[in-house]
Nanobody, 124 residues
Framework: QLQAFGGGLVQAGGSLRLSCAAS????????MGWFRQAPGKGREFVAA???????YYADFVKGRFTISRDNAKNTVYLQMNSLQPEDTAVYYC????????????????????WGKGTLVTVSS
């Protein structure tokens, strides 16, 4: 089970940190990711943290967002800086049993568990 926290309203240029807590004893073996869904659009990949610790980002967040994980706390984080109105979306955390030799994007069909979303609204 996944539960995301940390969404809210922020002005353009501001920052937020999302957290996603997972239950279970095998968190460290899962790849963890973040996706988002803007109003009227499909769900898109944002960032992934693979079980070996490597990360991969969608081009539109590179240099602004950072994914990290604390396996001792069964938690994955998404630090979002320099937020823009186009980042407004419901953000979802995801867990996948898929492993990778090299970090790449996490695909929608690879997700085994979805968390409930948390809304991020960026005002201009």
């Amino acid at each position: 089970q996944l539960q995301a926290f940390g969404g809210g309203l922020v002005q353009a240029g501001g920052s937020l940190r999302l957290s996603c807590a997972a239950s279970g004893r095998t968190f460290s073996t899962y790849a963890m990711g973040w996706f988002r869904q803007a109003p009227g659009k499909g769900r898109e990949f944002v960032a992934a943290s693979w079980s070996g610790g490597s990360a991969y980002y969608a081009d539109f967040v590179k240099g602004r967002f950072t994914i990290s994980r604390d396996n001792a706390k069964n938690t994955v984080y998404l630090q979002m800086n320099s937020l823009q109105p186009e980042d407004t979306a419901v953000y979802y955390c995801a867990a996948s049993r898929t492993s990778r030799a090299m970090p790449t994007r996490m695909n929608y069909y690879e997700v085994d568990y979805w968390g409930k979303g948390t809304l991020v609204t960026v005002s201009s």
